[in-house]
């Protein structure tokens, strides 16, 4: 009897890699007669994980680092035994630019929400007006119970407009790229509803939940992590672990047809690969093509995924009149700018430039500007520019620039998110056994969610074959 089963996983991003990965190595220790093939349609892995060193830069075209406090990365960094190569983003004031001017961001801040009223309370971010109907968080009563609600709808009957607009919107929007009056709560932060519900006010939640800083702590160490030769190194040592014969690129997958013992799934090479469980580690708009016989998958077909575009811009130190200590900035929506948010590389990241440079990387592209992904790279740099000799008299033109388009490539959680998913997977355990979803179209964007996605489907999988 032969019980020898093959995994096809759809996608070559992070996601899949590390589906791959977890996979693989399973599969080795039990000594199953498992195969796994990865198909990936462009030539490249690691998805929007893009490392480019130049001229003694090291430059990110896509997320340059991963929060320390979410687990499944740095697991997996230990696991290729990449533990040393993890290097911490220096840490620094960030602000926050309002009606054209910097604001240091208030201390005691979590996401823009105060858990301190003295640093609020003498912010020059807000009008009096403002910081009066902060306030009545404190004494306001809980929302009414509901399955799910927008982001911006929530923090706008707790804390008002004028708090959400200038701090907490470009915080939150700026991880997502998405509008948060359209983003749903219960998919994003749904600790801030349960805190709510449980205290009354999201400050006193927070205050009573967050840890109290010790007398005679030391600065606390960053929240990010990266490794020494950027991102992509993650992907690299991934890939290397990987058996060779597992990866195809440069193949699409055209459409996957179920069988009475399993899936075919027929590639764009007119190839076919029998499989007996699938992993879709791919965007959400890329499923419904690819299982066009199931209409419940059309569901993702209204899910809208933004574009944005990020600049990096290096710079000889002198070039920079106005050097401002700090990590960066993001921009208040009531402000004339076009970029939305800037990060000085070469102080976040201390490895990122050589001694005597500046690297800077700003982004473009927020909801209602998205045309503005698709200019011309002169264009882009003239916008660029344009807002960084407001904020930092930057004159001198960049000694380079890299520009990133990213297409349609943030999915937006928006309101109902999770409910539309489970009810997509529970069709899915019914007339899809063994095919499963992961990636950044659902349960997280981040580098941690996904790979902790690709992980999750791979217990999945094993558990699926294994019974």
Request: charged share 25%; hydrophobic share 35%.
């Amino acid at each position: 009897m032969n019980n020898s089963k093959q995994i096809v996983i759809i996608g070559g991003g992070i996601t899949g890699l590390t589906t791959a990965y977890y996979l693989q190595k399973e599969i080795k220790s039990v000594g199953l007669p498992y195969t796994i093939k990865l198909i990936e349609a462009s030539d490249r892995l690691g998805g929007k994980i893009k490392t480019v060193q130049r001229d003694g830069f090291t430059i990110e075209r896509g997320p340059d680092s991963f929060l320390a406090r979410k687990k499944p990365a740095v697991h997996l960094a230990e696991e290729l035994g990449m533990a040393d190569e993890l290097v911490r983003n220096g840490t620094g004031q960030s602000y926050i630019m309002v009606h054209d001017k910097l604001h240091k961001m208030p201390q005691g801040a979590f996401m823009g929400i105060p858990t301190q009223a003295r640093p609020f309370l003498f912010s020059g971010i807000f009008s009096p007006k403002g910081k009066l109907r902060a306030g009545l968080d404190l004494v306001k009563s809980k929302s009414k119970p509901t399955d799910d609600q927008s982001l911006g709808g929530f923090f706008r009957y707790r804390f008002g407009d004028e708090l959400v607009e200038n701090l907490v919107e470009p915080l939150l929007s700026g991880i997502y790229a998405g509008d948060i009056d359209e983003m749903s709560l219960m998919a994003t932060f749904p600790n801030f509803y349960q805190l709510e519900q449980e205290y009354g006010s999201l400050i006193k939640g927070l205050q009573a939940t967050m840890p109290k800083p010790t007398k005679g702590q030391q600065k606390k160490p960053g929240m990010f992590f990266s490794f020494k030769n950027g991102l992509e190194s993650l992907v690299k040592t991934l890939v290397e672990a990987i058996d060779n014969e597992t990866l195809i690129v440069g193949t699409a997958v055209d459409h996957i047809e179920r069988k009475t013992h399993g899936y075919h799934v027929l590639l764009d090479n007119a190839d076919v690969l029998q499989a007996d469980a699938v992993v879709m580690a791919t965007s959400h708009h890329a499923v419904p093509n690819m299982l066009s016989q199931y209409p419940f998958f059309n569901v993702f077909k209204d899910v809208p995924a933004t574009s944005v575009a990020n600049v990096a811009l290096a710079f000889d130190e002198s070039a920079i009149k106005q050097d401002i200590d700090g990590t960066g900035f993001v921009i208040s929506r009531t402000s004339d700018y076009r970029i939305t948010a800037c990060t000085w590389t070469h102080k976040k990241w201390p490895n990122a430039a050589p001694k005597g440079k500046a690297l800077v990387r700003c982004y473009v592209g927020r909801p209602n500007d998205q045309e503005v992904v698709d200019y011309s790279d002169d264009e882009i740099i003239d916008i660029v520019m344009k807002d960084l000799k407001k904020t930092m008299d930057i004159t001198d033109q960049p000694e380079f620039s890299v520009i990133t388009r990213w297409k349609h490539a943030m999915p937006q959680y928006t309101v109902g998110h999770k409910e539309r998913l489970k009810d997509v997977r529970e069709k899915m355990a019914d007339a899809l056994p063994g095919v499963y979803l992961a990636g950044s179209s659902y349960e997280g964007i981040g580098v941690p969610d996904c790979i902790g996605q690709g992980e999750q489907a791979a217990k999945e999988i094993l558990s699926f074959l294994n019974n």
